[in-house]
């Protein structure tokens, strides 16, 4: 069976600091690994995936295999950045787009 | 309205009561899914439908009961749920089956049920 792990439930950095998110997951098959933002009072949103390897958000990441992990890392983190994250794997099983979420990572950036 | 919505954002039931929730996407995607969000557990997959055709059905009890008349519209028909039932219910959308699709969510829908 599939498993996310994001092993902060909290982060705390100063604004203009670096800032990395974890993630590490588990999947026998072929991963495909997303970062899901969700900002106060915002809906669930698409951050990073790792097939397109585009930097969103000031947030680039690539995928480890080796490691199986997805830590996505902005080098200077703004106050806006706060807000929760969640790492979701993706799996194919029938039909539908099947995603695993990890159990998220809240990121306050202090001014 | 564009994206997916959902009505309504808050309920409270008791558990003798029947509710529906409901959730409507303006995207054109062809699958939909319903999550549970609950305070001390990650986001988990209830049901997907993709083609209006239920696909996976991630061992939710039977006082849940999903429907899905056409690729925009997704219910959950809720009957004697319980306390633990409480959580956030979101819905979300996406194209086709691509494993690398990117889903769509709703703002979701706080239910508390006493």
């Known amino acids: 069976a599939q498993r996310v792990t994001q092993p902060e439930k909290l982060l705390s950095v100063f604004k203009g600091a670096p800032v990395e998110l974890k993630c590490n997951y588990s999947y026998s098959g072929s991963p495909e690994l997303f970062w899901y933002v969700q900002y106060s009072r915002q809906r669930l949103q698409l951050l990073l995936r790792?097939?397109s390897r585009e930097s969103i958000k000031g947030f680039t990441a690539d995928l480890n295999k080796g490691e199986t992990s997805f830590h996505p890392k902005k080098p200077f983190a703004q106050e806006e950045d706060s807000a929760m994250y969640y790492c979701a794997l993706s799996t194919r099983r029938h039909a539908g787009n099947m995603l695993t979420f990890g159990g998220g990572t809240r990121l306050m950036v202090k001014p | 309205e564009t994206g997916v919505t959902q009505t309504p954002r808050h309920l409270v039931m008791g558990m003798t009561n029947k509710k529906s929730l409901k959730c409507e996407q303006h995207?054109?995607?062809?699958?939909m899914y319903w999550y549970k969000q609950s305070a001390k557990k990650p986001l988990e997959l209830m049901f997907v439908y993709n083609f209006k055709e239920q696909t996976e059905n991630n061992s939710v009890p039977s006082r849940f009961s999903p429907e899905c008349p056409n690729s925009s519209h997704l219910f959950l028909h809720l009957h004697t749920l319980q306390p633990e039932d409480s959580a956030l219910y979101l819905c979300?959308?996406?194209?086709?089956?691509?494993?690398?699709?990117?889903?769509?969510f709703g703002p979701g829908t706080r239910l508390t049920v006493l």
């Open positions: 979300a959308s996406s194209q086709d089956r691509g494993q690398g699709n990117e889903q769509f």
């Open positions: 995207l054109g995607h062809n699958a």
């Open positions: 790792h097939i």
